[in-house]
């Protein structure tokens, strides 16, 4: 069972930048795609960005496609996400998982605590 371990988090004025961690026991010795999701308050929990294992793909939902940057370490078993030019509608939770699929980025689950990140002046 993976266990996720996620953090950078913090509160941020708009136009300002992050750089989220994950880290993830047992994520990364097979052929794992990951991802990153994010829960805002009221709202359901959405996929933000996925990596194929090599990284040769990388996959950005529309509403942050341009200002966000996930990759990988597989060596040092992370997953990060820079996000630039943030906004107050990034504010959310976010969380990493296995990516079961990347044509519908349904994640595996099992969901780790996150970490929170706040986008205000």
């Known amino acids: 069972q993976a266990q996720y371990v996620e953090s950078g988090g913090d509160l941020v004025q708009p136009g300002g930048s992050l750089n989220l961690s994950c880290t993830c026991p047992?994520?990364?010795?097979?052929?794992?795609?990951l991802g990153w999701y994010r829960q805002a308050p009221g709202k359901q929990r959405e996929w933000v960005a996925g990596?194929?294992?090599?990284?040769?793909?990388?996959k950005y939902a529309d509403s942050v496609r341009g200002r966000f940057t996930i990759s990988r370490d597989n060596a040092k078993g992370m997953v990060y996400l820079q996000m630039d030019r943030l906004t107050p509608e990034d504010t959310a939770v976010y969380y990493c998982?296995?990516?079961?699929?990347?044509?519908?980025?349904?994640?595996?689950?099992?969901w780790g605590q996150g970490t929170q990140v706040t986008v205000a002046s």
């Open positions: 990596i194929s294992l090599r990284a040769s793909t990388r």
């Open positions: 047992g994520c990364f010795g097979s052929a794992n795609a």
């Open positions: 998982n296995v990516v079961r699929d990347m044509l519908s980025m349904s994640s595996r689950g099992d």
